[in-house]
């Protein structure tokens, strides 16, 4: 018995063993909708430059910052239309731009819906789809929580200063928004367009489709940037590991996985 | 040499277990630091009963959020309770010791699930059959009280089978000797003589169903609303501090660590009169 628990307390430090080799960490903490995007360019990165160990998690644009301030994260992501003020004096660089667009269910018959009509639905005016050409159906709104930098950029980019109806159900990801609207034919939501799968059928805004070509000229106006930051102005790997994503190579693989590349 | 030993033990043990204490009075000093600040700006009552959440504009109220939570946890004892009293009882007094292997690591099992798997099922099962025949968006009060109702369901039966069966055999064959049938002895001798252990169970799988919140968020719809029916979305305190905690900064942090304030006093008050019914049945 005491063997047996002796091993057991004994394989973490076993871990801390095995994970001690001589490689430079740079941690990368934020925004949940670039999260799986940095992760993949991260490998990239990893499978040229063996010294370099990246480690990419989640939290939220808020977080991000947070990390990035304190110094927890060498890069803080975050996807906000405007850095808030907690922001300051961080060093950073626009690496990609993010659409987003209208969710609803696959056999919704509805095609689009103007800024009006959007603004009068997620405020919950308008509670039936039937007010909007659509059929005979309650509205259900999806959003996400408060301070999400979708939500946040959501809001200042469409919403304006109309508020997101109490009665809206939250979930608290991008892909739980994308399962609720998937599976309800009543709902509407809204995600990154990189996030967009046939589960779900995105609509026009204003008469504008969202595509990645209508997204790059400019003509889909719903977008954000997605910012990397820094604490001062980056040096040695990790000013690296940002040029490498600024590189034309890794900008042809941000737009193939559904971003907008800035170069 | 022996005895030096001894007390080597006892003192490590002792430390131990204060350690214990010492890690609750550091988290309760902790989240009271934090969210006591702003609750003395808006009010213990404003804080209490407003009903406006809005971060934003800086409106922390949480009536909302307690309603929530008492209503999914109400919904979720209505559920659980006939059904893992119904189970104890079978299982402590009319089973054979062969069904009773079976059953009872079965029931046991549910608690091993992970709270997300259970979520998930609430997602893809429930909201479609809700919303089909029920009518209103899915995610609702009586979604999240089946699901809740299910997770607690092995807390209030195990503890119910271990006080059932901690009832003397000489108060049933007492009772079987003066011509009661076996349903009545249980009626009329061991279930009033197991009470007290089994409300102490019922109040455990209280604090569970209060304290959960991952499964909570995926099926609770989480809007900031009063409930008018068990059809509405309704968000609860947990899942008020998960959802926003990662985003919060500032005074929105600190009406966080507020709401775990209250979720903390709720918690503790339902443990220590667990407790106090758990105790009186062994003065007894």
């Known amino acids: 018995m005491y063997r047996f628990i002796l091993t057991f307390t004994l394989i973490p430090y076993m871990m801390i063993g095995c994970a001690r080799t001589k490689v430079e960490t740079i941690n990368i903490v934020g925004s949940t909708a670039f999260q799986p995007f940095a992760e993949k360019l991260a490998e990239e990165y990893m499978a040229m430059n063996k010294d370099v160990q990246i480690n990419v998690q989640g939290g939220g644009s808020a977080v991000g910052i947070q990390s990035a301030q304190s110094g927890v994260a060498q890069i803080g992501m975050a996807d906000m239309v405007v850095l808030p003020k907690e922001a300051g004096g961080l060093n950073s660089v626009v690496v990609a731009k993010d659409g987003i667009v209208l969710i609803v269910h696959p056999d919704n018959k509805i095609d689009g819906l103007s800024t009006q009509q959007i603004q009068q639905i997620f405020s919950g005016k308008l509670k039936n789809w039937n007010q909007v050409g659509g059929e005979n159906r309650p509205i259900t709104i999806i959003s996400r929580e408060e301070g999400s930098g979708t939500r946040v950029s959501f809001e200042e980019l469409l919403l304006k200063d109309v508020k997101v109806s109490p009665e809206a159900l939250i979930q608290d990801s991008t892909g739980a928004v994308r399962v609720m609207v998937g599976n309800d034919i009543n709902s509407i939501g809204y995600i990154s367009y990189g996030f967009v799968t046939k589960q779900v059928k995105t609509i026009k805004i204003d008469g504008v489709v969202p595509t990645l070509e209508n997204i790059r000229e400019g003509k889909y106006k719903i977008i954000r940037p997605v910012f990397l930051l820094t604490k001062g102005v980056p040096v040695g790997k990790v000013k690296e590991f940002i040029e490498f994503i600024l590189s034309p190579q890794a900008q042809q693989l941000i737009s193939k996985y559904g971003l907008i590349a800035i170069r | ?284």
Request: charged share 10%; with cysteine; glycine share 10%.
């Open chain 2, 1 to 284: 040499m022996l005895k030096y030993n001894e007390r080597l033990i006892q003192f490590g043990l002792l430390i131990t277990a204060f350690s214990t204490i010492a890690i609750l009075i550091l988290i309760g000093l902790f989240i009271l630091k934090e969210g006591l600040p702003i609750i003395l700006k808006v009010g213990i009552k404003n804080f209490i009963c407003g009903v406006n959440w809005l971060p934003r504009e800086g409106e922390f109220e949480i009536f909302p959020m307690i309603m929530g939570s008492l209503w999914i946890t109400a919904g979720a004892l209505l559920m659980s309770m006939p059904l893992s009293l119904a189970c104890a009882i079978y299982l402590a007094e009319f089973s054979t010791t062969k069904i009773g292997k079976i059953l009872k690591p079965t029931i046991e099992l549910l608690a091993g699930i992970p709270s997300v798997v259970y979520g998930f099922m609430g997602m893809v099962i429930l909201f479609p059959l809700i919303r089909n025949f029920l009518g209103g968006p899915g995610p609702c009060i009586l979604a999240a009280s089946i699901i809740l109702g299910i997770m607690i369901l092995p807390t209030i039966t195990s503890i119910s089978i271990d006080s059932l069966q901690a009832v003397p055999y000489s108060y049933r064959e007492g009772s079987l000797a003066l011509g009661a049938t076996r349903w009545q002895t249980v009626k009329m001798v061991v279930l009033p003589a197991a009470r007290s252990g089994i409300i102490a169970g019922i109040i455990l799988g209280v604090g569970r169903a209060v304290g959960e919140t991952m499964a909570v968020i995926m099926i609770a719809g989480n809007a900031v609303i009063i409930p008018d029916s068990i059809l509405d979305p309704v968000r609860t305190l947990t899942a008020n501090i998960a959802l926003e905690m990662s985003f919060a900064t500032g005074e929105h942090r600190q009406a966080l660590f507020a709401t775990g304030i209250v979720l903390f006093i709720v918690i503790m008050i339902l443990n220590i009169t667990a407790n106090l019914i758990a105790k009186k049945e062994v003065a007894k």
